[in-house]
């Protein structure tokens, strides 16, 4: 017994417990015939896509499996490091999280005779991206796409991706939910819009609304800092004023120390109008981490650094969250990022919409995935499913301190006639999406 | 145990309360696991005052009484463990390893066997109650959870919160005998009185299944509509039936309610307005008063069984989570 307990910690045991698991399973497939899926067949007889009838009882043969194979996509971009040497340099985000969801989708799959592959596919920069994704394309319809903007458009764009699912697990820039969207591409982590309504509910709840922008130059800093200004409109707070911070992005070691960044912060938000909070818009990690204790007032800092709005944080532990940060850990050796979590989160949408809705073809999969009866769970409380207008995912979003959870929006009080989760980012009325 | 030492333990647990229960001659002790304070808070249920809290160990959840009445049994997520506390003398007397992060256990009717689900480990652990020894694990889903035996202790039915799946698992053979997918993330199993349903809650689903024991058949599916509140919020998860069988209390989690269903044609009949974000329930030993745990509250709300009304509530540890009650 004691034995056991050893063994259990053991990376072998995954092994022997697959194997008794399926000799076990054998017995029982065995022993029940095709009671499990005659079992399966009846409660998915309640969903809106049934499946195919179930074979006459009398059959000792098993459907054929359902095969579900999804690609994976996605290219080694060369990524800001984190400035602080506590964050690791971690070149494995996303993928990680997809295997995890694939064990999952699988072992919940053989209960009712669906197969989970994942095929990965992730392209050094000078591969020919389009050349290679066009052939993928041939035999993938199911897509997990770790892609930046311009060749997420790319993909999305290809004649051969017109009947595809692709599911962005990359982005949050908003124009992509906004102008650039599109009618087969399904957005898992948040917008920036609804992560800066997610910090500004909070601070309009903690009654601090008046804030001090301090901004990068790169145009995605320019973007955030917009939606700053835009959630502090929606939610009645005060942009008192707008710096910016011009040094480039330089090293995150260096001999000479940290003297003159000291020196430099307080000059950038010296003298400004009161406020209550620093609103830091850097999105490519040159300054942001800089910010707190270093500015010309004591305020506390949040935006891209500081109290930050995420899809998933280490902290994050309710609705069951330890048991898929324990899971990860122990299978990947280190703290879940929110990239792994929104692959992790693509893949378990595909594998309940293909539980539930019994079928791999694209066009009623999407019908379901936009359906009501749609919901995956993902450790935030709530079913969550998307935005039918721009295909974002609903969800709530966690507000954490680099060291802890602080809280999670949206906040109480905020209130949407349908779902409370569409006070964050575009609800329908602002949305400037269009679907050809 | 010598029969001087079993006198001794009954004039302590004289002692302890005993001019409590001369008082009020039903009283009886209420039991409730407090999972952020390591600890199960002890409520008399004359005085409803708590009367001692035990100092258990890491995240206690899932909590039970043995058939005799003797062992209250507590799973202790973060030390992969469980503790048996005597449940006159409120001791913690033995701690037995679980596996991994157990969340909620049974025991069989007899009272010999655990029943013990490992929410890291998809696995189900049978253990000996008497030597600890683990017998069999059963692998299911991903993230077990409910635990529901059969009144005849013939079956065992195993939630998986992941995988969203009710498995049937024989006692004596340890096969599975089907695995039922119901409504998203099942965190709750319980078997009616006769055997022959087995209702289980679907926390993110908003709903509860009811399965023949039999066929394995969904039956019905039981949805909350509650006005005022919003559909999202309503996330059932613990269910306790009363003595006669009739009426079924369910726990709607963030919806701060219980729904009270009728179990011969599963209509709502009425919402009780408990604390906060209540977990489970547990009914007194008549039958007439319900105890729910409220986990953002901190306490435990007393209901009326016969007016459906919450009489009180009762301050015990931080975020209650399971109760057990020693008559």
Redesign the interface.
Same mark, same amino acid.
């Given at each position: 017994? #004691?034995e =056991? !307990?050893v063994e !259990?910690a053991a990376l072998g045991t995954a092994f022997r417990?697959m194997w008794?698991?399926l000799q076990?399973s054998v017995?029982?497939l065995v022993?029940?015939g095709i /009671?499990?899926f005659a #079992?399966?067949a =009846?409660?998915?007889a309640?969903q809106p896509a049934p499946a195919a009838a179930p074979p006459a009882q009398a059959a000792p043969a098993q459907p054929a499996p359902l095969n579900v194979d999804i690609l994976y996509l996605g290219r080694q971009y060369v990524e800001p490091p984190p400035l602080s040497l506590l964050d690791k340099i971690v070149t494995d985000q996303g993928i990680q999280g997809a295997r995890i969801a694939l064990q999952?989708n699988a072992? =919940?799959g053989r209960? %009712?005779n669906q197969n989970y592959h994942l095929t990965e596919m992730i392209l050094p920069l000078d591969a020919d991206f389009k050349a290679k994704a066009r052939a993928a394309l041939a035999t993938h319809k199911l897509i997990i796409a770790d892609l930046e903007k311009d060749d997420l458009l790319a993909l999305a764009d290809m004649p051969e991706a017109k009947d595809a699912i692709i599911f962005d697990i990359r982005t949050s820039d908003d124009s992509l939910r906004q102008e650039q969207c599109r009618a087969n591409v399904f957005h898992f982590l948040p917008e920036t819009a609804m992560r800066t309504d997610a910090l500004a509910q909070y601070l309009v709840w903690k009654r601090w609304p008046n804030w001090l922008i301090v901004s990068g130059k790169n145009p995605a800093d320019i973007a955030y800092a917009d939606d700053v200004k835009q959630s502090a409109r929606k939610f009645g707070a005060k942009v008192v004023d707008e710096r910016f911070y011009t040094y480039a992005a330089g090293s995150r070691r260096t001999d000479t120390g940290h003297q003159q960044v000291q020196q430099q912060l307080p000059l950038v938000t010296q003298n400004a109008p009161p406020y209550d909070v620093v609103f830091v818009a850097d999105q490519s990690e040159v300054f942001g981490e800089y910010m707190p204790y270093r500015t010309w007032d004591p305020r506390p800092v949040v935006g891209t650094q500081g109290l930050i709005a995420v899809a998933w944080h280490r902290s994050f532990e309710e609705y069951?969250g =330890?048991?898929l940060q324990?899971?990860f850990e122990r299978e990947v050796g280190r703290i879940m990022t929110e990239r792994d979590y929104s692959a992790w989160l693509g893949i378990r949408a595909f594998g309940?919409a293909i /539980?539930r809705s019994n079928t791999i073809q694209p066009a009623p999969l999407r019908a379901y995935l936009l359906s009501d009866h749609f @919901? %995956? #769970?993902g450790y935030k @409380?709530? #079913?969550m499913n998307f935005r039918t207008w721009d295909l974002q995912l609903r969800q709530p979003i966690i507000l954490a301190s680099a060291r802890d959870l602080v809280s999670i929006s949206p906040q109480d009080g905020f209130l949407n006639p349908k779902? /409370?989760t569409d006070t964050l980012g575009f609800d329908q009325p602002e949305s400037k999406c269009h679907f050809k | 145990m010598t029969k001087i030492s079993k006198i001794l333990l009954f004039g302590l647990a004289l002692l302890s309360f005993g001019i409590a229960a001369a008082a009020e001659a039903n009283a009886y002790v209420i039991f409730v696991s407090n999972e952020k304070d390591d600890t199960v808070s002890v409520v008399d249920s004359a005085s409803l005052k708590v009367i001692k809290t035990i100092d258990v160990g890491h995240r206690p959840r899932g909590i039970i009484i043995t058939p005799d009445h003797k062992t209250i049994v507590v799973c202790l997520g973060d030390d992969g463990q469980i503790a048996m506390i005597d449940a006159n003398t409120f001791k913690v007397t033995r701690k037995l390893?679980s596996?991994?992060?157990p969340e909620l256990l049974n025991i069989s009717p007899d009272g010999k066997i655990l029943y013990v689900a490992n929410?890291?480990?998809?696995l189900v652990t049978i253990m000996d109650f008497a030597t $600890?020894? &683990?017998i069999e694990e059963?692998?299911i889903?991903?993230?077990p959870e409910g635990m529901a035996v059969s009144p005849d202790g013939r079956i065992v039915v195993a939630t998986s919160?992941? &995988?969203?799946?009710a498995h049937f698992i024989d006692t004596k053979t340890y096969?599975?005998?089907?695995?039922?997918?119901?409504d998203?993330?099942p965190r709750y199993a319980v078997f009616t009185a006769d055997g022959s349903k087995v209702w289980v809650t679907s926390e993110? $689903? $908003?709903s509860v299944?009811i399965i023949d024991a039999k066929t394995?058949?969904?039956l019905n599916?039981i949805r909350f509509a509650i006005p005022g509140v919003?559909p999202?919020l309503i996330?059932p998860v613990g269910i306790t039936f009363t003595k006669d069988g009739k009426r079924a209390f369910i726990s709607l989690g963030?919806a701060n309610r219980l729904a009270v269903v009728d179990t011969s044609n599963y209509n709502v009949i009425d919402y009780v307005l408990v604390g906060q974000r209540p977990w489970h329930t547990e009914l007194s030993p008549d039958g007439s008063t319900l105890y729910s745990a409220n986990g953002e509250t901190n306490d435990i709300t007393v209901v009326d069984v016969a007016s459906l009304r919450p009489l009180k509530s009762v301050p015990v540890g931080r975020l209650p989570w399971g109760l057990a009650i020693r008559p």
């Open positions: 017994m #004691a =056991t !307990r !259990r417990r008794h698991f076990r017995l029982w022993a029940a /009671l499990p #079992a399966a =009846t409660s998915m309640q999952e072992r =919940t209960f %009712v069951g =330890t048991q324990n899971r309940e /539980l @919901g %995956v #769970a @409380g709530d #079913a779902y /409370l | 390893d596996g991994s992060d929410e890291d480990d998809s $600890g020894n &683990t059963v692998p889903g991903v993230e919160e992941s &995988t969203s799946m096969k599975v005998l089907a695995n039922i997918l119901v998203s993330r993110v $689903g $908003g299944s394995y058949k969904i599916v919003r999202e996330s963030k």
